[in-house]
């Protein structure tokens, strides 16, 4: 059940939301969609969807294109929610359990188990508009995965959840996954796609910049951070050979670095410095990359 798009443009007016965008998400993935604000995601999944006609190219999902007849296998969260607010979330939760394909009996026990998962037993039936935002996402959430799709479109399923939801719903889309499901979700939080994803795609202006596994875009990135932590002043390493920029800490520094080699020499520079509580070489994060390759047109 591979997702696949092939060169894939749309254009409103002269304005290319997405410009030749090619994909393949492979069954049982979590794929991860970053970029900033107006950059094409939305847009991307309309369009996977059926929901809004590309300007060019094509898009399958196990060499077929996706229409009403296959929404019983797809699940979606919409940027822009919206449920009943005058129903029960028991009524709503049936009701669009029913459009796709489920009986009223197997859509209860459905929500039975995932009110309890979320630990929300007591909204059953409430009405949607007395529940907060945050919990109206999580019934939202549910809508979309109460038929056990094997696609799964999440579009920011995390923004304006609280820390603890936020974990209850990774666990939840993580165990979709384990379980078969293909999931795209789109985010600008970078340490959500860090966590979840092992491939993903940076788009930026409706083009990727950065596309590729987790790993290989890290190691491909080539720039490494050093994290010093200790009671010195450690501003002198601005100048050291390697050194690509310096940030202060409250209890140290954390230090970009072009390679490895430059930790070395930066390791013996400390040599008689005072006490170094902490020397680490990390990986560099997704957020560096994607104010490196994003960030500077912001400019
Ligand atoms: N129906 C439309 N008509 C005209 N322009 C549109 C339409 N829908 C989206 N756009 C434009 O396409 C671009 C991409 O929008 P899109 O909503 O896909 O971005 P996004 O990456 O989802 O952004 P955000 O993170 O802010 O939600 C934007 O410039 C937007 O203004």
């Not at 999902?61 to 699940?75: F, P, T, V």
């Not at 940076?202 to 596309?211: A, N």
Request: aromatic letters at 8%.
């Amino acid at each position: 059940m591979t997702l696949v798009l092939k060169n894939v443009t749309k254009q409103f007016g002269s304005h290319k939301a997405v410009d030749n965008l090619s994909l393949e998400i492979p069954e049982s993935e979590m794929f991860g969609f970053l970029g900033g604000n107006g950059a094409g995601k939305t847009t991307t999944f309309r369009m996977i969807l059926g929901l809004l006609d590309r300007t060019a190219g094509e898009i399958s999902w196990n060499g077929e294109r996706i229409n009403y007849d296959k929404s019983h296998l797809i699940g979606y969260l919409p940027e822009e929610r919206g449920l009943y607010p005058k129903l029960t979330v028991k009524d709503q939760l049936i009701y669009l359990g029913k459009l796709r394909g489920m009986n009223k009996s197997s859509v209860v026990k459905e929500v039975e188990s995932w009110l309890e998962r979320f630990k929300v037993p007591e909204y059953m039936n409430k009405k949607v508009e007395e529940l907060s935002k945050g919990n109206q996402q999580k019934i939202q959430f549910i809508s979309a995965i109460i038929h056990k799709p094997k696609l799964l479109i999440l579009d920011e399923p995390f923004s304006g959840l609280d820390p603890v939801n936020v974990e209850m719903l990774k666990e939840a889309v993580v165990d979709l996954k384990e379980k078969g499901t293909s999931i795209v979700f789109s985010s600008h939080r970078m340490e959500h796609v860090e966590e979840l994803c092992e491939h993903l795609c940076i788009l930026h202006k409706g083009k990727p910049v950065v596309q590729g596994s987790l790993r290989d875009i890290k190691r491909s990135f080539g720039k490494k951070n050093l994290i010093i932590r200790g009671d010195e002043d450690f501003a002198f390493l601005k100048d050291h050979p390697g050194v690509i920029s310096y940030k202060k800490y409250m209890d140290g520094c954390t230090i970009q670095i072009e390679d490895e080699d430059v930790s070395q020499t930066i390791f013996s520079a400390l040599q008689g410095k005072g006490f170094i509580r902490k020397f680490e070489l990390e990986e560099p994060s997704l957020n560096d990359i994607f104010i490196e390759k994003v960030g500077a047109s912001y400019e």
